[in-house]
C-alpha cells in the first residue's frame, strides 16, 4: 500500500498564496499518477488538478486554471500544489491522490488518498 499525507494548508487572505505538499511512503514509485481534489462543506468532491507519472502532462480544473501550478519531486516521493491569488472561493479540505501511470480527473479512479488539509480564505 501507499500512504499519502497532506501538509501546507492554514488561513490566507483573499489574494495571498500557499503551497500545499503531498509526501508517498511505502510502496512508492516513479510511475504513479497523482492528482489534487477539494471538498467544500456540504459539496461534493472536486478535481483540482492531476500531473502523469513522468511530470509532462498537467490538466487543471477550469476556476483553477492560471493561479494553480502542481508539480512533482520524484526524487523525494513527493508531489505538490501551488495556489496563488486565493479565492474565498477556494476555502475547501485539499487531498492529494495517487493511481499508477495514466492521470484521470475522475476521483474514484484514484487507489490511494491522503487525510486531506485545510485551505482557509477569508475576505
Known amino acids: 500500500q501507499v500512504q499519502l499525507v497532506e501538509s501546507g494548508g492554514g488561513l490566507v487572505q483573499a489574494g495571498g498564496s500557499l503551497r500545499l505538499s503531498c509526501a508517498a511512503s511505502?510502496?512508492?514509485?516513479?510511475?504513479?499518477?497523482m492528482g489534487w481534489f477539494r471538498q467544500a462543506p456540504g459539496k461534493e468532491r472536486e478535481f483540482v488538478a492531476t500531473?502523469?507519472?513522468?511530470?509532462?502532462?498537467?490538466y487543471y480544473a477550469d476556476s483553477v486554471k492560471g493561479r494553480f501550478t502542481i508539480s512533482r519531486d520524484n526524487a523525494k516521493n513527493t508531489g505538490y500544489l501551488l495556489m496563488n491569488n486565493l479565492k474565498p472561493e477556494d476555502t475547501a479540505v485539499y487531498y492529494c491522490?495517487?493511481?499508477?501511470?495514466?492521470?484521470?480527473?475522475?476521483?474514484?479512479?484514484?487507489?490511494?488518498w491522503g487525510q486531506g488539509t485545510q485551505v482557509t480564505v477569508s475576505s
Open positions: 491522490a495517487a493511481r499508477y501511470y495514466t492521470s484521470s480527473r475522475d476521483p474514484s479512479a484514484y487507489d490511494y
Open positions: 500531473i502523469s507519472w513522468s511530470g509532462g502532462r498537467t
Open positions: 511505502g510502496r512508492t514509485s516513479s510511475s504513479y499518477a
